[in-house]
């Protein structure tokens, strides 16, 4: 874990050295403070208790966020143009931070026998209706894919139930959302063109400058010169994928660091799942939920920048670390690091 953090924070100050503008650029270096959490969580959290209690905490307030954004659901914050984003500043940010704790709280209550505890039911019901009513298409995909892969792992014969929830979803669920989901495959969506221009846009941003890309923060000042002519928007924040604007604005080794990041934390977790006895493991749930919301975050990051927003990627960190911290917890824990 800390070879490809370490490369990816050389990387990300080569990239600020190499910048079209460095000046502008420095200011990435703050995510140094950040990241440099993910060095420290298995250091204070070293035991199994410890953890259990942090994922515990995570998933209450993310209950509490989200029955504060069914509240705005309520009040009028409940179509396309006026979404619910709890206490956050961006309804992404909302639904980002809600998706890696609903995995969590599934995986917790599928394989730690927590189905019986009410407050986890009704943990539940506030996210996943919260996430529904974020309008937010990347958090769907990203959970229904996730939930397959759920199913496959634990009961492969509840794939047999999609066509009828499939059915119930569409006779029951509020003709905006349907439209909002139905709009997920339409390329005549103006919003779904819009981030395959920012793909274009993106991969030729890497095509010029694939070692240490065009700098942080310079994606939103240089998109106007590779934008195709057809693009509905002149300027965009960002690149609305997270590999992509990870290679385009640090360069390809930088992508290559997160991904081995993220594959270590991953690997670790599968490993330790299946030696520890698989679905009947100890703590086959903490596991689980990390394969799951590190999968989940993924997927939802090939159509938005999750990783560029603090506020989702605190929580991320800590589920990478959750692996480490377990095995550290043990004599010979450090061997793995």
């Known amino acids: 874990m800390l070879i490809p953090l ?17 000046r502008a650029s420095l200011r990435s270096l703050s995510s140094f403070f950040v990241l440099s959490t993910l060095y420290m969580a298995p250091l204070l959290v070293r035991r199994e ?19 504060e954004g069914l509240s705005q659901y309520l009040l009028g914050d409940n179509d396309i143009n006026r979404r619910i984003r709890g206490p956050f500043s961006h309804y992404m940010t909302f639904s ?21 505890s009410p407050w986890r039911w009704a943990a539940l019901a506030a996210i996943n209706a919260a996430l529904l009513g974020s309008y937010t298409r990347n958090a769907w995909v990203a959970l229904a894919l996730s939930l397959t892969v759920l199913i496959l792992l634990r009961v492969p014969k509840l794939l047999l139930a999609y ?14 959302l349907l439209h909002r989901a139905l709009s997920i495959v339409d390329l005549r969506d103006a919003s779904n063109y ?10 030729e941003m890497i095509r010029e400058r694939p070692l240490f890309g065009v700098g942080p923060n310079q994606v939103k000042q240089r998109y106007p010169v590779y934008r195709p002519l057809s693009a509905p928007r002149y300027e965009v924040p960002h690149l609305h994928n997270s590999w992509l604007q990870i290679a385009a604005e640090q360069g390809l080794p930088s992508l290559a660091a997160y991904l081995a990041l993220t594959l270590s934390s991953a690997s670790l977790a599968w490993r330790r799942f299946r030696r520890e006895g698989g679905h009947r493991g100890p ?46 917890a043990e004599p010979d824990g450090p061997s793995d690091i």
């Open 49 to 67: 208790r410890q953890v259990r209690l942090l994922v515990d905490v995570l998933i209450a307030l993310a209950a509490l966020l989200a029955c």
């Open 194 to 203: 819009d981030r395959l221009c920012m793909l274009k846009a993106g991969l």
């Open 163 to 176: 066509l009828p929830a499939a059915v119930l979803f569409v006779v029951l669920v509020p003709v905006p």
């Open 6 to 22: 370490g490369f990816y924070l050389l990387w990300l100050a080569g990239s600020v050295i190499a910048s079209y503008d460095p």
């Open 96 to 116: 980002g931070f809600l998706l890696i704790c609903d995995l969590l709280l599934l995986a917790s209550m599928i394989y730690a026998g927590r189905w019986r």
């Open 283 to 328: 703590r086959a749930d903490l596991y689980v939920g990390v394969l799951l919301a590190l999968l989940a975050f993924n997927l939802a990051g090939l159509f938005e920048n999750n990783w560029g927003d603090t506020e989702v990627q605190q929580p991320l960190l800590f589920v990478l670390a959750i692996p480490f911290c377990l095995k550290l």
